[in-house]
Nanobody, 125 residues
Framework: QVQLVESGGGLVQAGDSLRLSCVAS????????MGWFRQAPGKEREFVAG????????YYADSVKGRFTISRDTGKNTLYLQMSNLKPEDTAVYYC??????????????????WGQGTQVTVSS
């Protein structure tokens, strides 16, 4: 199994930037894909961004394209989400996730095997 720990959340104003980190431990050599998801109160968990652990391919939800950047440092087993020009609608708990098998579509929550505990991001207007 893979253990994931997120950090970097906080309270910011609209237009600000924030960087989330997720450190992976355990069977990290088994990871195919890592992703960021978020869940706002009363809403379902939604895909934000994904990245193939062994290669450069990245994927984004339309709502964050051009504002968020996902990246990873394989040497540190760390996943990042750089968030810029934040909006109040970005307010949510952000989760990182790891998939231990290959799936073509990275946006489905069912494709991920391990999840972090989440970190709160609040954007005030």
């Amino acid at each position: 199994q893979v253990q994931l720990v997120e950090s970097g959340g906080g309270l910011v104003q609209a237009g600000d930037s924030l960087r989330l980190s997720c450190v992976a431990s355990g069977r990290t050599f088994s990871m195919y894909t890592m992703g960021w998801f978020r869940q706002a109160p009363g809403k379902e968990r939604e895909f934000v961004a994904g990245i193939r652990w062994s290669g450069p391919n990245t994927y984004y939800a339309d709502s964050v394209k051009g504002r968020f950047t996902i990246s990873r440092d394989t040497g540190k087993n760390t996943l990042y989400l750089q968030m810029s020009n934040l909006k109040p609608e970005d307010t949510a708990v952000y989760y990182c996730a790891a998939a231990l098998t290959f799936r073509l579509d990275v946006s489905f929550t069912v494709g991920y095997d391990s999840w972090g505990q989440g970190t709160q991001v609040t954007v005030s207007s």
